[in-house]
Nanobody, 124 residues
Framework: QVQLVESGGGLVQAGGSLRVSCAASGRTVRSYSLGWFRQAPGKGREFVAV????????KYADSVNGRFAISRDNAKNTVRLQMNSLKPEDTAIYYC?????????????????WGQGTQVTVSS
């Protein structure tokens, strides 16, 4: 089993930056792809970003491309999401997820393990 714990959420003004992190435990996720999803109030969970097992392949939702950056540290079993130029519409609970498909998937159904989420609120 893999346990995922997110950290780093909070309140930030529009235009600001925030970094959320996720630490995996239970087993190494070195061969897993790691993704971030988010869920805003009253909306479904949506894909944000994913990074392949090697870190060599990343994908982003159009809404965050160019503003967010995903990275991973396989030695520390962690993944991070750097969020810049934040907008009020980025307000959501951000979830870390791990998939045994190491090459990166965009659908939440492809992820076997999920964290509890961390709240990110962007004020206007």
């Amino acid at each position: 089993q893999v346990q995922l714990v997110e950290s780093g959420g909070g309140l930030v003004q529009a235009g600001g930056s925030l970094r959320v992190s996720c630490a995996a435990s239970g087993r190494t996720v070195r061969s897993y792809s790691l993704g971030w999803f988010r869920q805003a109030p009253g909306k479904g969970r949506e894909f944000v970003a994913v990074i392949s097992w090697s870190g060599g392949n990343t994908k982003y939702a159009d809404s965050v491309n160019g503003r967010f950056a995903i990275s991973r540290d396989n030695a520390k079993n962690t993944v991070r999401l750097q969020m810049n130029s934040l907008k009020p519409e980025d307000t959501a609970i951000y979830y870390c997820a791990a998939s045994t498909d190491g090459y990166g998937r965009l659908e939440s159904s492809d992820y076997e393990y999920w964290g509890q989420g961390t709240q990110v609120t962007v004020s206007s």
